[in-house]
């Protein structure tokens, strides 16, 4: 199992510049893999792509770039040119969004996001493998009068989707390569979304899925002051149904209950119950929230449980 984090560097002067420094730190300390969210900022892929380059030791992901407000000719054209520049070590990420940054943002309807979904995905895929589409959905129209192929990310882009929900899990094992679940325990892992999203992939005739965790989690002797901006800093995701229920069926009750925080032993035998819960891999994010010191203390854990 490999672990990795998410790296956030939304309060320094410079974005990209303190995140290479941090992605050199995260690979240091012995980390796989850096993940960059997605949100009205920063160009994930961009960052991605300039972190890659700088740090070869790292994996570099997208976890996650909702489908509203994006085409698949576009996010194949950010994906593609970050694989070529990290040769071959991007990973994109895609989430359905939020009801709340859709339509409050883009002023877009958010109106049935898992078939949007499937047409973005079978989309892409066309694109980032062949660097063609030839593609009319009922939401979405994809076609390559010239070519969409970018040389040196000729081996394609592995697809992941921040999926939790049941017709979104079917969805990801039928046509994506993996998923990216936020704020799901084990128990919710292994229950039901491991099962299904395998389920699904089998019944599709593809490969089992790669189960990316997000765990948001950091190492601290000072458990109840850093559970109470975790509390805080996690109460957005309590208003979104699907994460609401996720919550639930990890058996919290507020998003703070599958926290991970604690002391080293505590944080490592919880990456032990992600990985027996089917996690092919972990990514902690929120490793800054008791800071520097407490966030380097949890990468040299971590870097010390990658395999």
């Known amino acids: 199992m490999t672990v990795g984090v998410a790296l956030n560097a939304t309060e320094s002067d410079n974005q990209i510049d303190a995140t290479v420094r941090l992605a050199e730190e995260a690979a240091a300390a012995g980390l796989r893999s850096a993940w960059f969210g997605?949100?009205?900022?920063?160009?994930?892929?961009?960052?991605?792509?300039?972190?890659?380059?700088?740090?070869?030791?790292?994996?570099?992901?997208?976890?996650?770039?909702?489908?509203?407000?994006?085409?698949?000719?576009?996010?194949?054209?950010?994906?593609?040119?970050?694989?070529?520049?990290?040769h071959g070590r991007y990973h994109l990420g895609l989430a359905l969004g939020t009801k709340l940054l859709t339509e409050g943002g883009y002023g877009i309807p958010f109106e049935r996001p898992v078939a949007r979904l499937r047409e973005f995905l079978t989309a892409l895929r066309q694109l980032t493998e062949t660097g063609t589409a030839d593609f009319e959905g009922e939401l979405l129209t994809a076609h390559t009068p010239v070519p969409a192929r970018v040389p040196g990310a000729d081996a394609g882009v592995p697809l992941l989707v921040a999926a939790m929900g049941p017709?979104?899990?079917?969805?990801?094992?039928?046509?994506?390569?993996?998923?990216?679940p936020y704020l799901a325990g084990p128990r919710a892992l292994a229950e039901h979304i491991v099962p299904a999203v395998t389920a699904a992939a089998e019944a599709a005739g593809r490969p089992a899925p790669r189960i990316v965790a997000l765990v948001h989690g950091v190492v601290t002797d000072d458990v109840d002051a850093v559970r109470e901006r975790a509390t805080d800093a996690l109460a957005f995701y309590?208003?979104?149904?699907?994460?609401?229920?996720?919550?639930?069926?990890s058996g919290g009750t507020r998003a703070v209950d599958v926290a991970v925080i604690g002391d080293e032993r505590t944080v490592s035998a919880e990456v032990r119950r992600y990985r027996d819960a089917g996690a092919t891999e972990v990514v902690f994010s929120g490793t800054e929230i008791a800071g520097d010191a407490d966030r380097r203390r949890t990468w040299d854990l971590l870097g010390g449980l990658a395999d």
């Open 238 to 249: 309590e208003q979104i149904p699907s994460y609401a229920r996720v919550i639930e069926l």
């Open 167 to 180: 017709r979104a899990l079917r969805a990801s094992g039928e046509l994506a390569d993996g998923i990216l």
């Open 38 to 86: 997605q949100t009205f900022g920063a160009d994930s892929p961009q960052l991605a792509a300039i972190v890659g380059r700088e740090v070869p030791a790292l994996q570099v992901g997208t976890s996650a770039i909702p489908v509203f407000g994006r085409h698949p000719l576009t996010v194949a054209s950010q994906a593609l040119t970050a694989q070529a520049a990290t």
